[in-house]
């Protein structure tokens, strides 16, 4: 009697599994194939439960903890902070941008340049930063030296939420971990 309650038991889990669609891909809050937000039919980063991943069209093996994703792969290593959100996360990418010419280090103050040349920020002693090359956003920041953390709350666009930035300075080189919501792929969202 009990081996067959057993195996019944085995039968009915087994049952239930194929019901509701095991799916290794999408256990976890991670786990699964995410998009950009603006793109959300082109997968950025799938990570799958067995510690694989893809970023970036780049295969890797992964890790987590509370804050980052720790990527590993052949042509080394990368960790990409990630802040969890009801909409997916928030997946922060590091940019480099350089002090233009003439202006000197002064904490974070000055106007910088991405190293493409594709987008800039600006920030003033006054605490008002703007960012962008052709259109541009502005507003007011504070800085947070102990977390490394620059908070932007937009004046002029009540769609943007305040962001906050992460970065590391090093002479005339300003590194900025800025943030993109990340949600499910379309074809995922919808299966």
Known sequence: MKKRFTVFIAMALMGLGLMTGCNNKTEGPLNGDWAYIHDTAKTIISLDKNGKAVFKDRKYSYSTDPEYIRLKGNDGSLDLRY???????????????????????????????????????????????????????????????EKKAITLV??????????????????????????????????????
């Open 83 to 145: 802040e969890l959100n009801d909409d997916g996360f928030n997946l922060y990418e590091s940019e480099i941008y350089v002090l233009k010419d003439g202006d000197e280090p002064d904490g974070i103050t000055g106007s910088y340049i991405k190293n493409d040349g594709n987008w800039a920020l600006e920030f003033n002693k006054n605490g008002v930063f703007v960012e962008g090359v052709d259109v541009s956003f502005s507003g007011h920041y504070t800085v947070d030296e």
């Open 154 to 191: 937009y004046d002029d666009r009540l769609d943007f939420d305040d962001t906050v930035l992460y970065y590391e300075q090093n002479g005339r080189e300003l590194k900025i971990e800025y943030p993109t919501q990340m949600v499910r792929t379309e074809t995922e969202a919808s299966e």
